[in-house]
């Protein structure tokens, strides 16, 4: 098995800033891609940025410039600044891994940490 545990959610007011961790533990191979993804009240989840194992960052138009993802072996990083109040969501972590022995393609998401951020 494969788990995601994410942390660094909270309240935080419109202009602040954020870290959101993601560490992925269990039965790893590879990680072929690790990203972020956030589902505002009433919206569709979408995608904000992922991060290849080649270290290639790809971000939503809604958060360039203002969102940065980086990865450390098995943990994926969210910076956030200048948050505004349309960032507060669900924030859910994902990954894409190869597990260890099957070689199985495995998709997996995190629980999900709630980002609120007020005015």
């Known amino acids: 098995q494969v788990q995601l545990v994410e942390s660094g959610g909270g309240l935080v007011q419109a202009g602040g800033s954020l870290r959101l961790s993601c560490a992925a533990s269990?039965?790893?191979?590879?990680?072929?891609?690790m990203g972020w993804y956030r589902q505002a009240p009433g919206k569709q989840r979408e995608l904000v940025a992922v991060i290849t194992s080649g270290g290639s960052a790809h971000y939503a138009e809604s958060v360039r410039g203002r969102f940065t993802i980086s990865r450390d072996k098995n943990t994926v990083y969210l910076q956030m600044n200048s948050l505004k109040l349309e960032d507060t969501a669900v924030y859910y972590c994902n990954t894409r891994v190869l597990e260890t022995g099957t070689l199985r393609d495995l998709e997996i998401w995190g629980q999900g940490t709630l980002v609120t951020v007020s005015s």
């Open positions: 269990g039965r790893i191979f590879a990680i072929n891609v």
